[in-house]
């Protein structure tokens, strides 16, 4: 069975920054892009940040300059490293993978969510 934990998120002062790890496990053959998204009360989940396994990235215009997200494919992790805060980005950030797994004999390609991690930016 394949799991994605996330993990770093809390509270933190406008202007502050914060790490999000995910990690995901499983029988997992192959990840191919990894991507954060956050949902905000009362909002649609957006798309963050998102990152290939040829790590070409693309960014929400609202955090470009300000967020990097990265991944360490032999840890099968993804990063994203939040800089210069804004109450705007308070929000449940979820995790999201794109990857093919091992079930039974076979081989099969899913996207797969975190259970999400709250980030709050408030003084």
């Known amino acids: 069975q394949v799991q994605l934990v996330e993990s770093g998120g809390g509270l933190v002062q406008p202007g502050g920054s914060l790490r999000l790890s995910c990690v995901a496990s499983?029988?997992?053959?192959?990840?191919?892009?990894m991507a954060w998204y956050r949902q905000a009360p009362g909002k649609e989940r957006e798309l963050v940040a998102r990152?290939?396994?040829?790590?070409?990235?693309n960014y929400a215009d609202s955090v470009k300059g300000r967020f990097t997200i990265s991944r360490d494919n032999a840890k099968k992790t993804v990063y994203l490293q939040m800089n210069s805060l804004k109450p705007e980005d308070t929000a449940v950030y979820y995790c999201n993978a794109d990857l093919k797994y091992l079930s039974g004999l076979r081989f099969y390609t899913s996207d797969y969510w975190g259970q999400g991690t709250q980030i709050t930016v408030s003084s």
């Open positions: 990152i290939t396994s040829a790590d070409s990235t």
């Open positions: 499983g029988n997992i053959f192959r990840i191919n892009a």
